[in-house]
Nanobody, 115 residues
Framework: QVQLVESGGGLVQPGGSLRLSCAAS????????MGWYRHTVGKVRELVAS????????NYADSVKGRFTISRDNAKNTVFLQMNSLKPEDTAVYSC????????WGQGTQVTVSS
């Protein structure tokens, strides 16, 4: 059974940083690309960043390019999202995603950017 468990969210001031983690289990983590999505009530879910199975290829939404960095540790079955220079519009629930032939989502972690 696939499990994705996010952590690291919280309240941060504009300009601050957070690092999200997603611990994966139940599948061969090192052979699948991974992604981070975010969702705010009333808005369409947005793919923020994705990373290939080896970590050699990454992609970012235009809204976060230059501020967010996705990475992974295949030895620890974990994917990370380093978020710098956070803005109020980054406020959302951030969820980890893996497509293993089925869509798999974590429960999400709340990120709130506010002064």
């Amino acid at each position: 059974q696939v499990q994705l468990v996010e952590s690291g969210g919280g309240l941060v001031q504009p300009g601050g940083s957070l690092r999200l983690s997603c611990a994966a289990s139940g599948f061969t983590f090192s052979t699948y690309a991974m992604g981070w999505y975010r969702h705010t009530v009333g808005k369409v879910r947005e793919l923020v960043a994705s990373i290939s199975d080896t970590g050699s290829v990454t992609n970012y939404a235009d809204s976060v390019k230059g501020r967010f960095t996705i990475s992974r540790d295949n030895a620890k079955n974990t994917v990370f999202l380093q978020m710098n220079s956070l803005k109020p519009e980054d406020t959302a629930v951030y969820s980890c995603y893996a497509f293993t032939g089925y869509h798999n989502w974590g429960q999400g972690t709340q990120v709130t950017v506010s002064s």
